[in-house]
């Protein structure tokens, strides 16, 4: 055991141990994001409406006339489509996540934080939000400037208008997501009417709440402070990857200058320090600083910089999304090893989660034998058996099930054999077989429960389960 | 818990709060020399370096805002020694409550079959459902799932009843309960005489015994059987005495079982429902467990 050698770490003191107190706690300094155009917007704006679009409204579409999408908690049925999942399909939800895990693994290695700039509910609401806030307040420099001022009709007019904003946003994001929850096509009369379950008040209340603080104050906080994947995102990392970075090479020295100057004889560089990539980036950074855990990469600074490169007549691109290689002036190898091997476990998963999918019978089987006794001998001699049946109809019709039990010469099922299950319901259905004690070689066998629908040759599961009869026959 | 305890178990409580409460106050700002350091506490470690970022500043909010709650909860519930707190909750009253509250909800759900008789619930499928899972939540454990009973335990799938099988006898024994109680004969009849007995019962029911021996046991019978299992021996459902002429054995059949039965006696228990369910429930019970033998 050789010992790690300890180092003295105290930090030196620069003016003779004298000391000041500091506070240990940051106080938030208030992020002015500043409105811009460009590229990157373009596709975040395209990409955001999609998904939220999709979220306010997905719920109401119908399917085999029930809502199409609905996670029905209270029956523990969830309803995507053309599936009904129920709590023992919770298998797949976790497949499901974890294939989604793989993605983002792929996504990250190959292009940064995709994600979280262009996909993560946070940012897009939080986008969203800033939206608002510019419509009602303006734009940056008119709200700091404001903010300063002390309060006056127009100010208060102008900050109520953006909270009722807010609010407005925040109760849509509410009503949609307990919508997928509770049948959104009578949740919203019930609310019209004032007429909610306590549960669908609180839980609409609390995601209001929830999406107003989080998108409207909290906003880059999460990400900074709260965030898992902002913390693990560096370990996926490599210098191939896509990130987005400020060209130190092409910028430096950065300055002011005129727009015609010769600016490379004064030993200047491109960038000409206006701190517009400062203004426009949510998380308040400055990206020239080289890259941060706090970087969501949402292209903010690129589409900003790009278009004072413009103005100036300069080369687009002095910020943009680039590797650690190229910048160093090598070559991006895309294909490596860590992406290969994350794309190919995503396809393997995703083509066994499809055929799950594909060949899942839409019927769920469980036989529980009667732990009272090992057999019942009958009056007229016969040795029976008992056994309780759950049959779930997960499927979306009703259906008309057959009960066969083979495996002994002889076995009789003196119970229903023909059992009607309506769509979505569970039947406790107790089974008793019968036989002779004659047929009886052995004290006990494996038996077979065919249970199959009548009407659909597809949905058919074999259960085994065991016979069991007297040791010494007399 | 004893007063001293109480004290304890709260000073501690509070201590402990009180000394976080106070830890966080004092670590709020720290001395440094200044200008010791620029982004780093000095510390690395296999040339990891360690940050010196501040926390934010609402982390140090949602901190106070957890120990406002703390405190808050102990006033407001049990928590500290003795103390009950300000609502006066408890499990129990909450356990009562939401039985309560399930009573009323579902009352509806047996109200709607509660008017019918028995008979008349046979054509009620949903009816039969709902007595069906309350049989395997309350009756399954000795009669079975699909109640065909087991030793000790009566069958309630075939036509034999000790003590009838009318709807209405049904549910006076589910209600009340039964208390089978067959008395030890051993010391009255010896060893020679349950011998002598068991071949004669046995005998009742078709089996191939010792003649010689069944007829001095058939004495025995008249003399100190036949006031329960009647004259004919084909018992008498009042007392709930079983039939013996029949094939059906609630103790098992075999010549050892017999005279065990006869030698010791059995006494079978079968437990009164009225305070463990209510009458709509023992109602629908009635007619799953009647639905059984009356096809």
């Known amino acids: 055991m050789n010992q790690i050698p300890v180092k003295d770490v105290t930090p030196k003191s620069k003016n003779n141990g004298a000391t000041e107190s500091y506070d240990l706690y940051a106080k938030r300094e208030h992020i002015y994001v500043k409105y811009y155009k460009g590229f990157f917007k373009n596709f975040r704006t395209i ?60 996504v990250t290695v190959f292009a940064g934080r995709l994600w979280c700039g262009y996909a993560c509910p946070q940012f897009v609401w939080t986008w969203f939000f800033i939206w608002a806030e510019r419509v009602t307040e303006g734009d940056r420099n008119v709200r700091m400037r404001r903010d300063k001022q002390p309060m006056s009709a127009e100010k208060f007019l102008r900050k109520t208008a953006k909270h009722s904003l807010w609010l407005v946003i925040a109760a849509a994001t509410g009503i949609a997501f307990v919508g997928y929850f509770s049948p959104i096509r ?5 609310l019209l009417a004032w007429n909610l379950g306590p549960w669908e008040t609180w839980w609409i209340g609390f995601f209001i709440v929830a999406t107003y603080a989080n998108a409207g104050w909290l906003r880059e906080q999460v990400c900074i402070y709260m965030c898992p994947y902002a913390r693990f995102q560096s370990v996926m990392f490599d210098q191939d990857t896509l990130v987005i970075s400020y060209d130190e090479a092409r910028g430096e020295n950065r300055g002011k200058r005129k727009k015609n100057m010769d600016y490379k004889a004064a030993g200047m560089g491109d960038c000409i320090d206006c701190g517009n990539c400062v203004h426009v980036c949510p998380v308040g950074i400055d990206i020239r600083d080289g890259l941060q855990y706090e970087c969501v990469a949402c292209g903010a600074c690129v589409d900003a910089c790009d278009d004072i490169m413009d103005r100036m007549g300069y080369e687009r691109g002095l910020i943009r999304y680039t590797t650690e290689h190229a910048l160093e002036g090598g070559t991006t190898h895309i294909m490596r090893p860590r992406l290969i091997g994350y794309f190919a476990a995503m396809c393997v998963m995703f083509i066994a989660f499809g055929y799950t999918l594909y060949a899942r019978i839409p019927l769920e089987v469980d036989i529980i ?11 007229n001699g016969t040795i029976e058996n008992a056994y309780m049946l759950k049959l779930a109809n997960k499927s979306q019709q009703d259906h008309r099930y057959s009960i066969e039990v083979t495996g002994i010469d002889g076995l009789q099922l003196i119970s229903e054999s023909v059992v009607d299950i309506r769509s979505g319901e569970l039947l406790d259905h107790p089974i008793r077989l019968q036989i002779k004690p004659a047929y009886l070689e052995r004290p006990n066998y494996d038996i077979m429960f065919h249970v199959k629908a009548l009407d659909d040759a597809d949905i058919s599961i074999d259960e085994e389960n065991r016979f069991i009869g007297p040791t010494n026959r007399r | 818990m004893s007063d001293f305890w109480s004290i304890w178990v709260s000073v501690i409580t509070l201590g402990v709060i009180g000394g976080c409460a106070a830890l966080l106050w004092s670590t709020r700002k720290s001395e440094v020399y200044k200008d010791a350091t620029e982004e780093t506490t000095g510390h690395t470690f296999d040339g990891i370096e360690e940050y010196d970022n501040p926390m934010p500043g609402w982390w140090l909010q949602m901190f106070v805002a957890t120990i406002i709650f703390g405190l808050v909860y102990l006033a407001l519930y049990p928590g500290l020694g003795n103390f009950k707190g300000f609502l006066n909750w408890t499990q129990i009253s909450q356990y009562e409550e939401e039985v309560a509250y399930a009573d009323e909800t579902y009352r509806p759900v047996f109200a709607k079959f509660a008017d019918m008789s028995v008979e008349d619930l046979q054509s009620q499928p949903e009816g039969l459902k ?37 709807a209405d006898t049904i549910k006076t024994t589910i209600t009340g309960g039964r208390t089978g109680a067959m008395p030890p004969w051993g010391a009255v009849l010896g060893e020679e005489g349950v011998r002598d007995m068991t071949n004669y019962v046995m005998s009742l029911s078709g089996k191939t015994v010792d003649a010689d021996a069944a007829a001095r046991g058939e004495q025995q019978f008249q003399a100190l059987c036949t006031a329960c299992h009647g004259q004919d021996a084909k018992g008498v459902q009042a007392l709930g005495a079983p039939n013996l002429t029949d094939n059906v054995w609630l103790y098992g059949g075999s010549f050892e079982q017999i005279s065990h039965t006869i030698r010791v006696g059995r006494s079978g228990v079968m437990p009164a429902h009225k305070d463990l369910l209510s009458d709509d429930k023992i109602h629908l019970i009635t007619s799953y467990v009647y639905s059984l033998s009356n096809k």
């Open chain 1, 47 to 106: 990409s955001g409406f999609i998904m939220l679009a999709m979220f306010y409204c997905f719920s109401w579409l119908q399917w085999n006339g029930q809502q199409a999408v609905l996670f029905d908690l209270p029956n523990r049925q969830f309803h995507v489509f053309n599936f009904t999942f129920w709590p023992q399909d919770f298998i797949l939800l976790s497949w499901l996540l974890i294939i989604l895990a793989f993605v983002l693994f792929f």
């Open chain 2, 130 to 166: 709902m007595g069906q899972r309350m049989f395997a939540n309350n009756c399954a454990v000795c009669h079975g799932t699909t109640g065909s009973g087991a030793h000790g335990f009566p069958n309630l799938t075939d036509t034999d009843w000790l003590y009838g099988g009318n």
């Open chain 1, 369 to 379: 034998r009667d732990r009272g006794q090992l057999y019942i001998e009958a009056s």
């Open chain 1, 186 to 190: 009578e949740l919203i009369p019930d």
